[in-house]
């Protein structure tokens, strides 16, 4: 499928969170005759011996369970329903697209209209710095994808390349799969699996002001630090080795929210760029506006030669991601064998492209940037004054509709708390529970230098001043009782 592929790729408002309308899909349980928990020998996730409450529909910000409970999503799912659920119009694209007779068609032989229109919208959301778009089912397969066509990039002049290393950074998580993995620099989702992992990822620091920054450290003297790192890693492999660098412009779920200090991404692409590598962004968390530009590098306008798009791209309507391909690498595809040698069976599927697109379109049309911009200032605002002060928040940091708080034993010291206290699953547990009914998304110290816990916040783009009032009292609620527990 690979040449045909690249070839080819030239609401509702929301509802109330405190009186919620409840769905009229029959499943309702509130005489509790039916379970409202499952664990199924079939359902196998990563936890074996949990199970989960059972969610029966939704509509904008609100789940609706089983046991007749309404829970406010406050993290978009994983940071993946940008706008919310049930979208009527979302919801009638697909429906529209599967009557056509193909929501899927052979990506080797065949394109369609809708996967056309949805690759022109996303190379001219990139102002045209991105030339071509590579469709793909899942973030950890834009990742695969992006490594192979780093490598490919080199290989087209010269089959012998010596480009073989691949740089990223400490607390990163890029996907599951042995590749995407190979890259992340999570060591507990690492450990089982390091046998399989490829050896020629090498990791530098994550850019994690809280915990590195030298007191009084400007943010150019921190970033300046950073580019010395990488640039002595690229000394120590050999620059002529180097395939390029992978980071996240706002890191999601192996930290919790932490933008690049102002500057970094410019510095690590000029680094990148002396020595001929590729700089490679993953924005699969962090892109598609859930940081306040569409994708998070046009902050600084810092574009990178390869970029990972997911999650948002289609808002959870269906499974599909995104790798974004500059200029520089089509130019060399195409004057050299003119094809990228990858391909999977579920790629740029018209029902896939269908949902996306009109998740893009809407998000244009009603200009849902500006909200997720307003919005998310006011969140920021809201949880420095009402939790900033508490003395086991540790940092509030986040951009856009996308914020982490990280829990720390010892404000003063940032001492984090014994990781067998589970305490961001703890603050995820009481959120959840039939008193506060909302979302917040846990996570655990990547054990490489960082042993804490962080909750990440991430609203849907149509919420409303009132929704972030609700989430914020919610927030506080759950952090003065979890850790008043603990006391
Ligand atoms: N990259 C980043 C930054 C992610 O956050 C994730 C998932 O959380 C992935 C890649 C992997 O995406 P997926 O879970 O769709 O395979």
């Not at 066509?149 to 390349?161: C, H, I, T, V």
């Not at 999650?311 to 991601?321: F, R, S």
């Not at 040698?341 to 492209?353: L, S």
């Not at 972030?468 to 609620?477: F, L, N, T, Y």
Request: charged residues 20%.
């Amino acid at each position: 499928s690979a040449v045909a592929d690249l070839a080819l790729q030239g609401q509702e408002p929301a509802a109330s969170h405190s009186k919620a309308i409840r769905p009229s899909n029959g499943h309702s349980n509130s005489n509790g005759t039916k379970p409202t928990t499952k664990r199924t020998e079939f359902l196998l996730d990563r936890n074996l011996h949990k199970s989960f409450p059972l969610v029966v529909g939704g509509k904008g910000n609100l789940l609706y369970l089983a046991d007749g409970r309404t829970v406010f999503d406050a993290t978009s799912g994983a940071a993946v329903s940008c706008l919310g659920h049930g979208n009527p119009r979302v919801i009638e694209a697909i429906s529209n697209q599967i009557k056509t007779g193909v929501p899927y068609l052979c990506s080797s032989f065949w394109s369609s209209e809708i996967v056309e229109e949805l690759c022109k919208e996303l190379i001219n959301s990139t102002q045209g710095k991105m030339k071509r778009v590579y469709l793909i089912g899942s973030g950890s397969e834009a990742i695969e994808a992006a490594i192979k066509l780093a490598r490919q990039y080199f290989y087209e002049s010269d089959p012998n390349s010596p480009r073989v290393n691949i740089i990223a950074r400490e607390s990163s998580y890029h996907g599951n799969t042995i590749g995407a993995l190979g890259v992340s620099g999570h060591v507990a989702r690492r450990a089982p699996y390091e046998p399989f992992l490829m050896d020629n990822v090498h990791h530098v620091s994550a850019c994690y002001a809280y915990r590195q920054r030298k007191d009084g450290e400007s943010d150019a003297s921190f970033v300046a630090r950073k580019a010395a790192e990488l640039e002595a890693k690229f000394q120590e492999l050999g620059p002529e080795t180097v395939i390029g660098f992978v980071c996240e412009p706002v890191v999601g779920a192996a930290l919790g929210c932490v933008p690049s200090v102002p500057g970094y991404l410019r510095a690590m692409r000029d680094v990148c760029h002396k020595h001929g590598a590729l700089f490679i962004l993953d924005e699969v968390m962090s892109g598609m506006g859930r940081c306040g530009t569409l994708h998070a590098w046009q902050e600084e306008d810092v574009a990178p030669d390869l970029q990972t798009i997911g999650k948002g791209l289609g808002g959870g309507y269906q499974p599909i991601a995104a790798v974004l391909i500059s200029s520089k690498i089509v130019n060399a595809l195409l004057n050299g064998s003119g094809q990228f040698v990858h391909g999977h069976t579920y790629q740029a599927m018209p029902v896939q492209a269908a949902a996306a697109l009109e998740v893009q379109k809407i998000q244009r049309e009603e200009n849902m940037l500006q909200n997720v911009q307003t919005q998310g200032a006011y969140l920021e605002m809201c949880l420095k004054a009402r939790v900033g002060n508490h003395p086991n928040v540790g940092d509030i940091r986040g951009k856009g509709l996308f914020w982490g708080l990280e829990f720390v034993k010892d404000k003063a010291t940032k001492e984090p708390f014994d990781p067998r206290l589970a305490v961001a699953q703890r603050v995820h547990d009481t959120a959840i529970s039939a008193q506060f009914n909302m979302t917040m998304y846990p996570g655990t110290g990547t054990a490489d230098g960082y042993a804490g816990d962080h909750v990440i916040l991430a609203p849907t783009y149509i919420c409303t001043k009132a929704d972030i009032d609700h989430i914020v009292d919610v927030v506080e609620g759950v952090v003065n009782q979890v850790f008043q527990k603990m006391a």
